[in-house]
Nanobody, 116 residues
Framework: QVQLVESGGGLVQPGGSLRLSCAAS????????MGWYRQAPGKQRELVAR???????IYVEAVKGRFTISRDNDKNTVHLQMSSLKPDDTAVYYC??????????WGQGTQVTVSS
């Protein structure tokens, strides 16, 4: 049973933009903080951005000013708008639904490749 469905990855040139989207079921979306993680080859998975149910946002330092996370409560969808992309942003990006008292829920991952 797929609970988080991601879309929007792909190949983009340095300096370009991409928007990732993650659709969730209503009961998951309304009760959990939503976030994006990424994992580059040979590296640990890291939190990129998170938006709480109340709309508060946090970002990893490396993406501040370039990435924007948002949530559409009508469509139960979280977006990650990525701009000024760099080769170091290349990774598999995973949608995450977090609740402090429950197990994390993960999406299947979407590849983002930044290359000329």
């Amino acid at each position: 049973q797929v609970q988080l469905v991601e879309s929007g990855g792909g190949l983009v040139q340095p300096g370009g933009s991409l928007r990732l989207s993650c659709a969730a079921s209503k009961n998951i979306f309304s009760s959990r903080h939503m976030g994006w993680y990424r994992q580059a080859p040979g590296k640990q998975r890291e939190l990129v951005a998170r938006i709480t149910t109340g709309g508060n946002k946090i970002y990893v330092e490396a993406v501040k000013g370039r990435f924007t996370i948002s949530r559409d409560n009508d469509k139960n969808t979280v977006h990650l708008q990525m701009s000024s992309l760099k080769p170091d942003d290349t990774a598999v990006y995973y949608c995450n639904a977090f609740h402090p008292a429950l197990a994390d829920i993960w999406g299947q991952g979407t590849q983002v490749t930044v290359s000329s």
